[in-house]
């Protein structure tokens, strides 16, 4: 049996993430590590295996013992819009994902896997791209970090709590992009939440 833990559980693939975990067999329990407390709609626990942990993610260095599990699921994140500066941008997408690898290879996890972006490249003009691609390099460099993993969805489909206008977009008009983008234009399709979730679960170590 394997435990797992999640950060960035109440967004769209971190919510799909949590109910396909649960359900997993392999897992006997997941800790949520979380800003406010959960909804006890929001996710199918018939085995009880959820932990919800509400924390202030500015101190997250503070609760390192979490990070005692077998898996480590980052689904962190934000928009320019959501943060509202550059600087809180950065603060969720770089530096969350950055201390939260490193309390990771501390308490010596067996794996580490976050969401990065289609794109990503630490040399790109566009903020976002690169904060996600600094991220990247950030991590992969860290020594004694073994079996981290970055997904890098384009588009995410999925049902939101929240309006996103190029999300809704790439909701109406999914089946177009996927007759025509094709070859080296694949990666950029829009991606369900569930299949990044998969594909998570997927790159962790189980052995």
């Known amino acids: 049996m394997k435990s797992a833990m999640v950060l960035g559980a109440t967004g ?49 260095q503070d609760y390192q013992g979490y990070f005692s599990v077998n898996h480590v699921y980052c689904c962190l994140g934000t928009t320019l819009k959501k943060a509202g500066s550059k600087q809180a941008f950065r603060r969720v997408d770089f530096e969350y994902v950055h201390v939260a690898a490193q309390l990771t290879r501390a308490q010596r996890a067996d794996s580490f896997v976050w969401i990065s972006s289609v794109g990503a490249d630490a040399k790109s003009s566009n903020f976002y791209l690169r904060v996600k691609g600094e991220l990247e390099n950030a991590i ?27 999300e809704d977009i790439a909701q109406k008009t999914a089946p177009i992009w996927q007759s025509i983008m094709k070859g080296p234009l694949k990666k950029y399709r ?8 998969r594909n998570m679960m997927s ?3 189980w052995k």
């Open 140 to 166: 992969m460099r860290m020594p004694q970090l073994p079996h981290a993993s970055a997904v890098r969805p384009s588009l995410l489909l999925g049902e939101r709590d929240e309006s996103r206008t190029l």
């Open 203 to 205: 790159l962790q170590r």
């Open 12 to 60: 769209l693939v971190g919510r799909t993430l949590v109910n396909m975990l649960l359900q997993d067999r392999r897992y006997n329990e997941v800790t949520c590590l979380v800003r406010k407390p959960l909804s006890s709609s929001m996710f199918n626990d018939p085995h009880n295996r959820l932990k919800p942990v509400v924390i202030d993610f500015d101190n997250l």
């Open 190 to 197: 829009p991606v369900h939440a569930v299949d990044v979730a």
